[in-house]
């Protein structure tokens, strides 16, 4: 019991000992910690007064200095290697950074690299775009060269009134790849100044500042827009005379009805007995140029010419069409467009009230033509000249009620030489057109030529006149109307006064009086049939023509003909070879 009872005790004060030393030594530790602490670094009163936390800190770390740009004096280049260039490629810029490379460069000539690389971008264009060479370790020799192409992302129009802003900030970004592509200052001008040769701008001025972000810029664009309506008064005598020849326009055009570059025009005129009426809307479909355009035209004549105007002739012709052009290439300077067309012409002509033909494949006064036109038309300009030249081939189909007589062998003449057909609706024609205006110092040189070429015989209203104001000059309007043609002239602008009425001339430029000599040519002929007689006929003359004012223009032709055609109705002024034409546009 005794052994038992002091081993138990002994057991007993075991623990409580190591239960005390235990505790002793958290004590002492919690104790002496802080103590140990002050000691090392005793805090100053005023953190303790203010019950602030102490700030930690880390010792410094020591940077790797070794072989960097930044600490280097001269490095060894083995090779430059080029990120981010997309317009240049490594060969096109190889001619700079390659007389730099294996061999030890010092730190200007580094910066001679990235200077070169950033003013080659400068001088062709690229303004916002530059190389960089952030700091790196060299290794192998190797260094490399960040490029930054910049980019136009912002465009702000202001100024225009009507004209929405997208319509000149969607043909900017043509030039900006959407403000994606890298910014070249030079497309950019180029942009700008298409756009200001649009009618509908008067002026257009830009402003480039540089962006938020490095290699970004922002544009702002001020436009001042021309006046986009316009209703024009003219007076002339190029009307056939059989219908009369004194003629009289009015014309109303609206170049921007919805502020987005579409126009609409309306024109009537009227003769002793013709009337006309035209209308024509044209809406752009992208901001690349393509229109898409819907136009009507009707006439109704009656033949007023002695001795015919007894029999009461009448006509009644109608088109309707539907087109779509689209500019392939566009430069401040040249152009190069192609159009389709869907073209409807309905002819009816009339004598004593019944429908009456009087001209082959005309079935019971009526006539009808479904043409599908396929054009193309280049421009160059430039300061001191204009070339102009214009395809156009026109396919007759049989579609929309076309004129469809077969052919049939209609006359045959005595020699046996010449075999008439009756022409149709389906036929292959093409139109070649070309002009040349030359300035020769204060003078300009006029030079026109049109052809045209067709397969099959034409009905009326698709054969090619010749004669009057507009193709060979001396004689009547239409005096030809062969299936194929040439018409050609030449004319020389020479000024020689200068005439300005107070009342009408706030310009100085204006009022300038020309005087122009011409020679005119034409001549055609018939596919399968007989040939007009005479087949050519010439002109010379001169005319006077004077830019009174902006609003105001008159010309007078006289042109002397070189073959005499014998008159079959009463006399005309254009018998004589007089040809005039007055303008006058009512709107400041």
């Not at 038992?4 to 409580?16: A, D, L, P, S, Y």
């Not at 264009?125 to 060269?145: C, E, F, L, R, W």
């Not at 022409?423 to 026109?448: D, H, M, S, V, Y």
Request: proline share 4%; aromatic share 10%.
């Amino acid at each position: 019991m005794i052994n038992h009872f002091v081993i138990k005790e002994i057991n007993g004060m075991h623990r409580t000992y190591t239960l005390f030393l235990i505790v002793l030594f958290i004590f002492f530790t919690a104790f002496w910690a802080p103590t140990c602490l002050a000691e090392e670094d005793p805090l100053p009163d005023d953190v303790l007064e203010n019950n602030s936390e102490v700030p930690l800190v880390l010792p410094e770390l020591k940077e790797d200095t070794e072989n960097r740009l930044s600490t280097a004096a001269s490095v060894f280049v083995k090779k430059f290697i080029l990120k981010g260039n997309k317009v240049y490629s490594d060969q096109d810029l190889a001619f700079i950074v390659s007389p730099y490379e294996e061999r030890r460069i010092s730190s200007e000539e580094l910066h001679e690299v990235k200077n070169k690389i950033s003013l080659f971008y400068y001088t062709n264009g690229y303004v916002n775009s530059g190389a960089v060479i952030p700091d790196q370790k060299v290794t192998d020799g190797t260094i490399q060269i960040n490029i930054i192409e910049g980019i136009l992302p912002k465009i702000t129009v202001i100024g225009n009134t009507w004209m929405k802003s997208s319509y000149i900030k969607r043909r900017l970004e043509i030039a900006t790849g959407d403000g994606k592509a890298p910014l070249n200052i030079n497309v950019l001008q180029d942009r700008l100044k298409m756009i200001k040769q649009n009618p509908r701008v008067e002026n257009i001025n830009a402003n480039l500042s540089p962006g938020l972000k490095l290699g970004e810029a922002e544009l702002e664009v001020s436009v001042k827009e021309a006046r986009p309506y316009f209703l024009n008064f003219e007076v002339n005598n190029s009307n056939s005379p059989s219908v009369g020849a004194y003629r009289g326009d009015i014309t109303f055009e609206h170049i921007n009805m919805t502020g987005y570059g579409d126009k609409i025009r309306f024109k009537y005129g009227i003769t002793d007995g013709l009337d006309t009426y035209s209308t024509k809307y044209e809406m752009p479909v992208s901001r690349l140029g393509t229109t898409f355009s819907l136009a009507a035209d009707r006439s109704k004549s009656v033949v007023v010419a002695y001795p015919f105007e007894e029999k009461d002739i009448k006509g009644d012709t109608t088109t309707m069409s539907v087109g779509l052009n689209h500019p392939f290439y566009k430069t401040v300077s040249s152009e190069f467009l192609m159009g389709l067309k869907l073209e409807v012409r309905k002819s009816n002509t009339y004598m004593l009230g019944m429908n009456m033909s009087f001209t082959p494949g005309v079935v019971d006064g009526k006539s009808k033509v479904s043409v599908l036109r396929l054009s193309q038309e280049w421009i160059q300009r430039s300061l001191s000249q204009v070339i102009a030249a214009r395809s156009t081939i026109s396919i007759g189909l049989d579609a929309f009620d076309a004129t469809n007589s077969e052919d049939v062998y209609a006359d045959v003449d005595s020699t046996g030489d010449n075999i008439q057909t009756i022409p149709t609706g389906q036929f292959a024609a093409w139109l070649g057109q070309f002009q040349w205006i030359k300035r020769i110092k204060e003078t300009q040189l006029i030079a026109r030529l049109d052809l045209r070429i067709s397969d099959s015989p034409l009905l009326s209203i698709e054969k090619f006149a010749i004669g009057g104001r507009a193709t060979v000059r001396g004689y009547r309007e239409n005096l030809m109307t062969p299936d194929n043609g040439l018409v050609t002239s030449l004319e020389w602008r020479i000024p020689v006064a200068q005439w300005n009425i107070p009342a009408l001339t706030s310009n100085q430029k204006m009022g300038t009086v020309y005087f122009a000599p011409f020679f005119d040519f034409g001549m055609g002929g018939n596919t399968k049939s007989k040939d007009p007689d005479p087949r050519s006929i010439s002109s010379v003359g001169f005319g006077v023509r004077w830019d009174i004012s902006e609003h105001f223009y008159s010309e007078i032709y006289w042109g002397y003909a070189l073959r005499d055609i014998e008159r079959t109705t009463e006399y005309d002024l254009q018998d004589d070879g007089i040809h005039f034409l007055i303008t006058a546009s009512v709107f400041d």
